[in-house]
């Protein structure tokens, strides 16, 4: 029997406030004040679900993904869900420029993404979509170390998994001109 596909949850803006809308759905599942609160809402659905959690910015592009799914490789690719500024599109003129928008913003995607994934008892690092391990290395913070430093020289994200394949952290080096505040530090 094949395995029903979970849909993912979105953290999108929605006018002033902040809605979860599930992958597909016309219609957000909750709306809230503040993007902490949809998070939190669109998280616990994620992981009752199973599937992954990605957050927007404010203009629509992808802030962060967190995965709650059993998966233990980093998906082949990630793709580039963006939603119109206005909550509904509807007429044919208005659809074209709604997908011309998705598709030259898809254009200007950052560096591939690297991935420090477990890999036969060491720690590998892998770029998005490939099989193959750029690097293996004794202990997962060497992996992330390295990692970091290809990152910042090529302008990418950093996605770090737990042995059981969920992602860890993420932290992004790309040259955005208005990046989110730092969580960590």
Same mark, same amino acid.
């Not at 910015?57 to 963006?82: A, C, H, M, Q, W």
């Not at 750029?134 to 950093?158: F, P």
């Given at each position: ?35 902490g ?38 998906? &082949? $690719? ?6 119109? =500024? ?7 003129? +208005?659809? *074209?420029? @709604? ?17 420090v ?16 391990? &750029? $690097? ?6 060497? =992996? ?7 990152? +910042?020289? *090529?302008? @990418? ?8 394949g ?20």
């Amino acid at each position: 029997m094949a395995k029903a596909k979970t849909k993912n949850q979105h953290v999108i803006p929605y006018g002033d406030k902040w809605a979860v809308r599930g992958e597909g759905n016309d219609r957000p599942t909750s709306i809230h004040n503040t993007q902490g609160k949809a998070i939190k809402a669109a998280r616990e659905i994620a992981t009752k679900l199973r599937s992954d959690l990605i957050i927007h910015r404010t203009d629509g592009r992808i802030r962060e993904r967190d995965s709650y799914s059993n998966d233990p490789l980093p998906p &082949r $690719s990630f793709r580039k869900v963006l939603f119109p =500024a206005t909550r509904s599109v509807t007429g044919k003129s +208005r659809i *074209r420029k @709604a997908v011309k928008e998705v598709i030259s913003e898809s254009g200007r995607s950052s560096a591939e993404a690297l991935h420090v994934v477990p890999h036969n008892g060491s720690w590998a690092i892998r770029g998005q979509g490939n099989r193959r391990a &750029r $690097s293996t290395h004794h202990t997962q913070s060497e =992996a992330i170390q390295t990692a970091k430093e290809i990152a +910042r020289k *090529r302008g @990418a994200d950093v996605f770090v998994y737990r042995p059981d394949g969920r992602i860890r952290d993420r932290d992004s080096f790309a040259r955005d001109p208005s990046p989110p505040g730092d969580r960590k530090h």
